[in-house]
Every structure is written in structure tokens, then in C-alpha cells.
């Protein structure tokens, strides 16, 4: 029995603030273990040509919308948040390397805190080092492993994957075969996951 | 103070169809009346190149999704959903029509039961006249009025209005001049309305 639900993200994306701070709790307490899997999700969103920059209108009304579930969550969210972030996608490479071991989820949980509290974006040569140190790893060691190949292509392995399921935003719960997507539905997901334990 | 939240919709937005068929009883319940107020969605999504079927990948998504809901909220959907629908936006004028005096709830629940529990497009001509016989209208009379040029600039003047409160979907609840978008925001706005009576 499957009892370990995927959860496809990307740092960058807004509501995967929501997901990083909350899921984890809140899938624990069904017995829901999370697998977090950063993707390349700007890379789906151009094939798409479904980049929120494209519509100005929309983007202002989600990051409005962010703003307010924030609150209802009872989380930080310093205006103006920044954005678009890591564009060199190096902070999504070191949290495939964290999600290669066990340590994916405080790597996010640390960039996403400064980036949404403290106004500091999550590919911060600062932020990240500071946060690898509070993880006990060695910066310089773990940033020189996120920009070799192999990192580059596990993010793109990690990609294909995603775009398998029909992913095309984050958050994405992944049960069998069933997506949900965006924080507002874990609990969908995690109703359906205890509805079809066996996926 | 204001007591009356405004609903934007379209004849043809899938998710509306759970707004139509539960909003009003959520609302009662926190003391605040809905007006219905349909608009030309298409116009705008094509204004801002958001047309769902640009993206079938999202598009696939988002029929699974409601489908899914659906259950949760314990209304039929029968698949496949007859998909787009209304292409000369006669349903939608004769919701105008029906917004202008106090039937335009009654006629899009009866429209959206026959498009998702009877597989009936809502500008299918016997689901149009069987709905307006059941409220109590004539209608040849609403047929030909739904058709006249006023009816054209009544539904254009509220794309109008939507457009300029920052509307880019629907359903879309209005409250002061907070925007909350999709079905699934219902909670949020309520929530949002109690905590702000003033608007």
C-alpha cells in the first residue's frame, strides 16, 4: 500500500510557499508521508506559453490573493514580495540535490522564510549559504555539486517526469495517477489518497 | 453598509457551475445577498490570450478536477460535459436579460443541470424555451429580446465593468474592491466580507 504521497515543486512559485509551510503537518496527520520533488517548472510554463508574466492582470491578482491566504494561514508575507526568482534556477538545483537525500523540505522551508519574511529572493548567494550551513552542510561543496551536469540533468529527469503526469504548475500532489494542483488542493488530495489508499 | 456581494459569471465556465448551485445558501448563512451579474468572459480571455483551450494539458486538468469536486459537493457530472459551449452567447444575453429583473439564479441552475446532469448544451434551443416556460416566461419574447441590440450592449457594458474591477475569470465574487476568483474562493470571500463589513 502506496502511503507516500509525491509533492512536484519549484522555488519560485508563489502558492508552493503555502504547501512548503503546511503539508507537511497536515499529511502527517492522515499518516501521508511527502516526497518533495523539485521540478523545472519555468521550463513546462514556456512549452506551455503559460509564463504569469504574460498576463499582468492575473499575475497582480494572484500575488492579491497570496497576500490574503497568507494571512489566513497566519504566515509572513512582506510586500513586495520579489519576482520572478532564481532565474539561473540554482536554488531549485540545490534542493534536487537535498531531495536526492533528506533534507529537501528544510532547505525549502529556509529559502522560502527569507524570501517571503525577509524580502530576500531564494537564489541569494547569503540566503542559501547561511541556510546550507544550518543544515550542517559545507556551502561552497553543495553549490559546486548544484551547477555540475549531473545536477542540471537529475532537475531535467525531475522535469520529464512531471511533464509525464500532465503537471503544469506547483504545487502538484501526485497520488497514483491522480494530480492535484496547487496548495488549495491538498486537501482534495489528501481526502482522495485515505478514499484510495492503494492509489 | 454593504450587505450584497456581486457574482460575476459566464455561461460556459465549468467551475461556475458550483457557484450557481451552492454560493446562495453559503451566503444566506452569513446574511449576505448575491446579484448575479453574467458578463462575456470569452472576450476576455481572449483579450489576455488565456484561452483554456490553447492549453489542453491545463484544460484536461481542470475537467479532472471538476469532476472530482463535483463528488465532493455531491452534484451530478455526466461525462463527457458538451465542451465549449454557447458560441453565439444567447444563453448568456438571456441571462441579462434575467439579471435586469430577479430570475437570472432560477435560469442558470436549471441551464447548468441540463449542461452537467443531462450532457444539454445551455444554448440548446428546447433546454432555453423548457427553462423559460418553467419561470413563468414566454419564450419566443425572450428569445427575440435576448437578441436585440440592447441586450448586446447590456452584456458588453458589464464585460466592461469586470474588466475594469480586474476580472480575468469566473466565477468571480466582488466585495468593495477585493476580486476573489473561482469557486473555490467562495470561503474566502464570505470570510473576507464578514471581516470587513464596510466593504
Not at 556551502?139 to 520529464?160: M, V, Y
Not at 494542483?181 to 484510495?196: F, M, T
Request: hydrophobic share 45%.
Amino acid at each position: 500500500m502506496n502511503r507516500t504521497m509525491d509533492v512536484f515543486f519549484f522555488i519560485g512559485s508563489v502558492f508552493t510557499y503555502f504547501a512548503v509551510m503546511r503539508a507537511e503537518q497536515a499529511a502527517a496527520r492522515d499518516g501521508i508521508a511527502l516526497r518533495w520533488r523539485p521540478f523545472n517548472l519555468r521550463a513546462i510554463l514556456k512549452e506551455q506559453n503559460n509564463v504569469p508574466r504574460n498576463n499582468p492582470v492575473k499575475l497582480a491578482y494572484s500575488m492579491r490573493d497570496a497576500v490574503r491566504r497568507a494571512a489566513r494561514h497566519g504566515l509572513p508575507f512582506r510586500e513586495p514580495l520579489p519576482y520572478p526568482v532564481d532565474p539561473g534556477l540554482r536554488a531549485n538545483r540545490v534542493a534536487s540535490l537535498a531531495a536526492a537525500e533528506d533534507w529537501c523540505l528544510p532547505l525549502a522551508r529556509s529559502l522560502y522564510t527569507g524570501w517571503f519574511r525577509d524580502s530576500i529572493p531564494p537564489h541569494d548567494p547569503g540566503l542559501l549559504s547561511a541556510t546550507l550551513l544550518q543544515l550542517g552542510k559545507v556551502p561552497d561543496a553543495i553549490l559546486t555539486q548544484a551547477d555540475a551536469p549531473s545536477t542540471h540533468e537529475r532537475l531535467a529527469a525531475e522535469t520529464d517526469a512531471a511533464r509525464a503526469l500532465g503537471i503544469f504548475g506547483a504545487p502538484t500532489f501526485v497520488w497514483g495517477n491522480e494530480i492535484f494542483w496547487g496548495d488549495d488542493r491538498l486537501e482534495d488530495a489528501l481526502a482522495w489518497a485515505k478514499a484510495h489508499p492503494d492509489g
